[in-house]
């Protein structure tokens, strides 16, 4: 079991962005979670350092932007710990 992954806001996040084709920038994905700013950051931190996620920081009309978008890694990361997840649940329905 990806420990990385396993933790409900981290799946939640590449969950999310798992269904977007581009990047989602940083207050839209912070809305469209319920999360406080400083929670995201921190939970982005963690998916970035593992390579799950991409941050890109830019400027639009002199204010700082910041996009995230899930990377190759991330999709393969999370394709296999929800195939982990449905093995797991496929041997408890054997057992019914």
Do not use: C, W
């Amino acid at each position: 079991m990806n420990k990385i992954i396993h933790e409900q806001t981290r799946l939640r996040i590449l969950a999310a962005l798992a269904g977007e084709l581009t990047e989602v920038s940083f207050p839209e994905l912070r809305d469209r979670l319920g999360m406080t700013a400083g929670n995201l950051s921190v939970q982005l931190k963690t998916l970035e350092d593992a390579g799950y996620v991409q941050t890109n920081k830019s400027f639009v009309a002199n204010k700082p932007r910041t996009d995230i978008a899930i990377t190759d890694g991330g999709r393969q990361a999370l394709t296999e710990y929800l195939e982990e997840i449905e093995r797991m649940l496929a041997s408890l329905r054997k057992g019914e």
